[in-house]
């Protein structure tokens, strides 16, 4: 196994960076002055991947929407029992979520963690599925997608992505539907599984109370002569622009909530760390608290405190969100578009751009203060190909340059989209 | 290093609590007021909250007041209110990075702005400053009226206010609509000076190392009001259930339904509180109980369908999303696992379960600044202040035949239901 150590000495951290001969990617950041440890088995393998062959395969599989998510509720049961069940024996609290790139698997314990850990890596290799355990599953999660519909902010976000991508899997629901979940059978599961749960294509990060050496034996044993796979994703053309200006839709919400957001050119597909930062710092200076946008918006009532902006990238995809509860959501967007053309003219104001870059400085150093938001960011480390401690190091190299130069990349007034969720009328 | 917490009574009404923090890599210090929980503390103080938290003296609008936090390498100042039992909870807060993380130090300058929004607020002689005033006034609202935004906190908050009705614990914590509405910017300011005079305190400071220097700044500026009549807060009144159960719904443009139900229970500040925690977690806490493994698992009902407690009054909330015509299946099916639980028809593995899973959670409790300090602050005035290991070591007596005694005491009160149009 391949194994170093990365420290960062101002931080005072440090974290064991690992790759296991069946290609799973191994992260580790002892922080044995801590109660919990916090552990998360994960693949690269999301809503976005709707379309995949293994190497040597002649035809693509395309595959029902939501079908990632799907397994990731079926993992869970084997033919002996759920693994719940499993880690209510050793006290560990076990969940998993999937998003639009990844499936991750996860405990927190104080308590009996070689345990947990070997239920964890257990669990994950031993799929077991039947075609009643699936159609069982489909009530539950059919409930779940139906709380999601009744989300205003959901599905204010969602609508926003579909006005933006016509092609790009980005645009449909992590869940997928009602109608495309009734899709899926064992079968179609299994291959999904197979292609996407392989070592090679996974990745174990873990923080807390642990012993390092513990989890690369019981990696070892786990993953003993597993070979790997060579995953080809299928790719979707699509166009620069956004495919409608607006979208609006009524449900029950007080006042209309909206998502304002330009889209991004994604060649090379993936957005390095570098460029993911500056972006930050851009949007905290644009539209931060301390922001002359945010505070202008709020004295001319047309915002609240809940307004901010975001960076949305992964694979293929890149958004900068605008967000928050407006009576006039077009006005907001007029003055997100005023200020975007004045600091393009004016350039970036040197004293914004340090306070910005200290607060988020700080923020970041903060992260450390919490066991699961450590081993996330070591998640985000692996999915982004990039070392642990590194943001912390980006952010102290961004320079005003760097942040000018992106933001002649961004925020491009004919690549944006307004999604308006209104209040439903009486 | 042993968790422990060193209380310091500061004088008349303050206390001060260090809790020793060296595993962060912030401070966070926090004061929380105790006041009574009634209308004319709730809307008024919520609203004080919101305008003391964007802005003071030094610095009044929340540009300058966030460029401030900004400054102080991302410092975070927040406030909130909230219920505890029948009194009020008024919490205002800093957490910033510990100086040896930073090239500059902040840490004398945070506790003197969160001393500054506390105690010197942008006000003039008609109370908070006029504008300040209408923005937070209209925020407020806006918070209010967004509420049905997310639908199951919602249909909690109905259940609340129709089970609690005409009782404090059945107020709004921010009050409502019409409440805000109402306030003028001299009440707000009068109900925060109220809150200096007469609110119990407490001061908590968790850091690597003690701040006594904070503790002193604190008492200094509040000895500058008169607080010869100082709130207390006393055990909260257990809810008690009599006559038929109230039956609420509202109907709405909605994709989903909403059940919520409520029920009194055995609970309250005594010294037996801990077994009903562990009996409600056994109903509806993790995967391992009742409501989880048969109406989410065995029959596919609904996605969630939880069971949480309110100690200090002694209830327990149910709350589920169903499809519509599956209402009263669920309805039913929890009932049903309420009878399993009094008749102590359930594996004994799921008390074991529970207690390994709640012992754990209260072995994690110092592994958060913020939920150490919420712990200590929600328990100062029971009885006995247990710490998290205290509680874990009571936890692990609790028997099955504790477990079926106090489910006993579970009795219906009220049920709400979210339905369609």
């Known amino acids: 196994m391949i194994k170093q150590i990365i420290t960062d000495d101002r931080l005072g951290e440090s974290c064991i960076s690992a790759l296991h001969p069946s290609g799973l990617k191994i992260l580790i950041c002892p922080k044995t002055e801590f109660a919990t440890a916090y552990a998360l088995f994960g693949t690269k393998y999301g809503s976005i991947d709707t379309r995949f062959r293994i190497k040597g395969e002649e035809e693509y ?29 050793t006290g560990g609290y076990a969940n998993a979520y999937t998003s639009f790139d990844r499936t991750c698997y ?6 009996r963690f070689e345990e947990n850990l070997d239920i964890l890596l257990d669990f994950v290799r031993h799929p077991y599925f039947t075609e009643a355990t699936v159609q069982k599953e489909q009530g539950i999660i059919g409930q779940e997608i139906k709380m999601y519909d009744d989300d205003p902010a959901w599905c204010c976000f969602f609508n926003l992505l579909c006005s933006m991508y016509s092609n790009h899997p980005v645009r449909i629901d992590i869940a997928g539907t009602v109608e495309s979940i009734a899709q899926i059978n064992a079968d179609l599961l299994y291959k999904c599984y197979n292609t996407f749960y392989n070592p090679s294509n996974m990745f174990l990060c873990v923080a807390g109370n642990v012993d390092p050496d513990y989890i690369l034996d019981a990696v070892d044993k786990a993953l003993a002569g597993v070979e790997g ?36 050119a994604c060649t090379p597909p993936v957005k390095t760390l570098k460029e993911k930062i500056e972006t930050d710092i851009l949007l905290e200076m644009l539209a931060g608290k ?36 407006s009576s006039e959501p077009y006005k907001v967007a007029d003055a997100i578009l005023g200020e975007i053309e004045r600091i393009r003219k004016e350039g970036i104001n040197e004293e914004d751009f340090i306070r910005a870059k200290n607060a988020l400085y700080g923020r970041n150093i903060m992260l450390y203060n919490s066991i699961e938001r450590v081993a996330s960011s070591l998640v985000s480390a692996v999915m982004g190909d990039y070392a642990p401690f590194d943001v912390q190091k980006t952010f102290e190299a961004a320079t005003l340059k760097d942040i000018t130069d992106r933001l002649a990349l961004q925020l491009k007034p004919e690549r944006m989209s307004i999604s308006v969720i209104n209040p439903v009328k009486a | 290093m042993k968790n422990q917490i060193l209380k310091t009574n500061l004088g008349k009404g303050v206390d001060g609590c260090y809790i020793p923090s060296h595993r962060f890599k912030t401070a966070r210090i926090s004061v929380t007021a105790y006041m009574p929980l009634e209308k004319a503390t709730a809307c008024p103080l919520s609203l004080a909250c919101l305008l003391i938290s964007n802005g003071c003296k030094k610095h009044p609008t929340p540009m300058e007041f966030s460029q401030r936090l900004d400054t102080l390498y991302g410092a975070s100042l927040g406030t909130d209110t909230y219920k ?5 909870a008024v919490r205002v807060g800093i957490i910033f990075a510990e100086d040896r993380f930073l090239p500059t130090p902040v840490a004398e300058d945070c506790a003197n702005l969160l001393f500054d929004t506390i105690f010197e607020p942008d006000v003039d002689e008609g109370g908070f400053c006029e504008g300040n005033f209408i923005r937070e006034q209209r925020i407020q609202i806006e918070e209010i009226e967004g509420e049905i935004n997310d639908k199951r906190t919602f249909a909690r908050n109905r259940l609340v206010e129709k089970m609690f009705e005409g009782e404090p614990y059945g107020l709004a914590v921010t009050g409502t609509k019409e409440e805000t509405e109402a306030l003028t910017r001299k009440e707000v300011y009068d109900a925060w000076q109220n809150l200096l005079k007469s609110a ?32 207390t807060p006393t055990a909260s009144i257990l809810h008690t259930t009599e006559g038929e159960v109230k039956q609420i719904s509202d109907s709405m443009a909605v994709a989903q339904g909403k059940l919520a139900m409520g029920f009194s229970c055995a609970g309250g500040e005594d010294a037996e509180s801990y077994k009903s925690m562990v009996m409600i977690d056994i109903l509806g806490g993790g995967p391992y109980s009742l409501l989880f493994s ?9 996605y969630y369908c939880a069971a949480r407690g309110v100690r200090k009054k002694g209830v327990l909330m149910i709350d589920s999303g169903v499809e519509f015509d599956n209402m009263e299946k669920t309805y039913n099916a929890v009932l049903e696992q309420i009878d399993l639980l009094k008749s102590g028809n359930f594996d004994d593995g799921i008390v074991e379960a529970s207690k390994l899973y709640i012992i754990g959670s209260l072995k994690g409790v110092y592994d958060s600044q913020a939920v150490t300090d919420h712990w200590y602050a929600d328990r100062w005035f029971d009885d006995k202040l247990l710490s998290p290991e205290q509680l ?30």
Do not use: W
């Not at chain 1, 395309?62 to 990731?72: M, Q, R, S, T």
């Not at chain 1, 996860?106 to 308590?111: A, I």
């Not at chain 1, 949305?312 to 995809?317: A, C, L, Q, S």
């Open chain 1, 61 to 89: 599989t395309d595959v029902p929407e939501g079908i990632a998510h799907f397994l990731e509720h079926k993992l869970f049961e084997s033919e002996e029992g759920d693994a719940f069940t499993r880690f209510s024996a």
């Open chain 1, 106 to 111: 996860l405990f927190s314990c104080t308590e």
């Open chain 1, 229 to 264: 796979v060579e995953i080809e994703r299928g790719t979707f053309e699509e166009q620069k622009g956004v495919l409608r200006a607006k979208v609006e839709k009524e449900m029950p919400v007080a006042m209309p909530l909206f998502n304002i957001g330009f889209k991004e």
């Open chain 1, 290 to 325: 301390s922001s002359k946008l945010y505070n202008t918006l709020l004295q001319q009532g047309l915002v609240n405190d809940r307004f901010e902006a975001s960076y949305f990238t992964g694979h293929g995809y890149a958004v900068e969100i605008f967000e928050g509860e």
């Open chain 2, 84 to 88: 505890m039992g029948d009194t009020l």
């Open chain 2, 200 to 231: 119990y305190f407490r001061i908590s400071i968790t850091a690597e190392n003690p701040h006594d220097e904070v503790f002193e700044a604190f008492t200094k500026r509040l000895s500058d009001y008169n607080r010869d009549s100082i709130y």
């Open chain 2, 294 to 302: 048969n109406v989410r698992e065995k029959l596919s009902l609904c």
């Open chain 2, 392 to 421: 874990a070591s009571l936890v692990e007596t609790v028997t099955k035949a504790d477990v079926v005694a106090a489910a006993q005491s579970i009795k219906l009160d009220t049920v709400y239901r979210l339905l369609g149009k």
